[in-house]
């Protein structure tokens, strides 16, 4: 194997390994502004550009629906931000969900539902990830990498059921339950990464349980608003042996996202189709021209397996990165 094949792999394999750890730190070692630390120190590594918008901050700068989710927390919710690259080439824009814990808010989850919620920012992690390859690996590309990062706390000011949030693109959303808040705080991240019009918006979250319903621990689902987009990234999974499952963008299920005094709700009453509606619930923050993919992601090992240790996992990192490869690569 030649040394640039062995400096890949090895580049990977510690993407990978960094998945792990930021998914396997307790949340007390691992809240918002730990997350917001870990990509500030890839930005100056990279001599990249970083910001950083905070609790009302982010109210003044127009990103409501992230602060609504995170407001109850002692630690300020936040949008997160990386850019690095020359502005001539293909602008990339990576989303990870970074609920950096999950009570489920006034929709209180049950213990055992609870019990491993310190995972709920493995799309952040697998989003960091990903942005770090494309750093260190020199993909001819303009990155952009946004983490919304909040703790879905209970408190007095805990968004409450029944409320009518903001959002950035002007949508009015009915709260039916607090805890579907990851496409809640994903929502106002996509717009701002569509109102750039990049080459290629992806996002990764540990969205729902119904991905893992429907698919099991071990197949992400990929939901894409173009066949062709699709079919290379799983040609990728193919490739890599890293496999992910697509799953439909059937716009009739938005049907259950119906609110009778808002744009749409943000959940429903039925069990059916979980997945499908929360990935039709990001698609109406994305424009239609705009090519995007998005990644349920269970991001952890529920036992122990070989090369697989019980704890958090990248699923679907080796994918994502041949998927990129192939369509930017000079």
């Known amino acids: ?68 989710v995170g407001r109850a927390s002692h630690r300020e919710p936040r949008l997160i931000e990386l850019t690095h690259g020359d502005a001539a080439l293909p602008h990339l824009v990576l989303v990870g969900k970074g609920v950096c814990f999950d009570t489920g808010g006034l929709d209180l989850k049950p213990a055992d539902g609870m019990r491993h919620m310190k995972k709920d920012m493995g799309g952040a992690a697998h989003a960091i990830a990903l942005a770090r390859l494309v750093l260190e690996r020199a993909l001819p590309v303009r990155l952009s990498l946004l983490v919304p990062a909040v703790e879905n706390a209970l408190g007095p000011d805990a968004y409450r059921p029944g409320e009518v949030i903001a959002t950035r693109p002007g949508l009015a959303v009915e709260i039916d339950n607090t805890d579907a808040e990851g496409r809640v705080i994903l929502g106002d991240a996509l717009a701002y990464a569509a109102e750039q019009k990049p080459a290629l918006l992806m996002d990764f979250a540990t969205l729902t349980g119904a991905a893992r319903i429907a698919l099991g621990p071990d197949l992400p689902a990929l939901f894409a608003n173009r066949d062709a987009l699709a079919q290379a990234y799983l040609e990728a999974g193919t490739a890599e042996r890293d496999p992910l499952w697509r799953m439909p963008l059937w716009r009739p299920y938005l049907s259950y996202l119906k609110s009778g005094i808002a744009d749409l709700a943000n959940a429903g009453g039925s069990r059916m189709a979980g997945c499908v509606t929360a990935a039709l619930y990001l698609e109406r923050f994305v424009p239609e021209a705009q090519d995007w993919t998005h990644v349920d992601v269970y991001s952890w090992n529920d036992a122990d397996r070989p090369g697989k240790p019980t704890g958090g996992e990248a699923q679907g990192l080796r994918a994502a990165w041949g998927f990129l490869k192939r369509r930017f690569a000079a």
Not at 45 to 64: I, K, M
Request: aromatic share 2%.
């Open 1 to 68: 194997v030649d040394a640039a094949a062995q400096a890949e792999a090895l580049a990977v394999l510690e993407a990978s390994c960094l998945v792990r750890d930021l998914v396997n730190t307790p949340t007390e070692h691992m809240g918002p502004d730990e997350l917001e630390a870990e990509v500030r120190a890839l930005a100056t590594a990279h001599g990249a550009g970083f910001r950083c918008v905070r609790g009302t901050d982010l109210l003044a700068q127009n990103f409501p629906a992230i602060h609504a």
